[in-house]
Nanobody, 116 residues
Framework: QVQLVESGGGLVQPGESLRLSCEAS????????MTWYRRAPGKERESVAVINSIGHITDYVDSVKGRFTISRDNAKNTVYLQMNNLKSEDTAVYLCKAQKRDVEYWGQGTQVTVSS
């Protein structure tokens, strides 16, 4: 059974950090482009960070550049999102997606809430 399971979300104060994980099972992520998305209340889902299959190319939405870092460990079948200096506007459900050509797998998401 193919699954992507996100973890690491929670409630933090502005300026704090979280590290999200997205662990795959039922397939190997090694040939997939991995993307973190977020879905905030009342907003469209947006792509936050993307990493290519071998991890040497990354890209970020402007609002998180310099604060978030995406990485992957293909041996552990896991992709990560290190989020530093969190802001209230980062509050959202964070989801990961694996994509290879026309094949896509999505996780269920993990809630991140940034509030004082």
């Amino acid at each position: 059974q193919v699954q992507l399971v996100e973890s690491g979300g929670g409630l933090v104060q502005p300026g704090e950090s979280l590290r999200l994980s997205c662990e795959a099972s039922g397939f190997s992520i090694g040939t997939y482009v991995m993307t973190w998305y977020r879905r905030a209340p009342g907003k469209e889902r947006e792509s936050v960070a993307v990493i290519n299959s071998i991890g040497h190319i990354t890209d970020y939405v402007d609002s998180v550049k310099g604060r978030f870092t995406i990485s992957r460990d293909n041996a552990k079948n896991t992709v990560y999102l290190q989020m530093n200096n969190l802001k209230s506007e980062d509050t959202a459900v964070y989801l990961c997606k694996a994509q290879k050509r026309d094949v896509e797998y999505w996780g269920q998401g993990t809630q991140v809430t940034v509030s004082s």
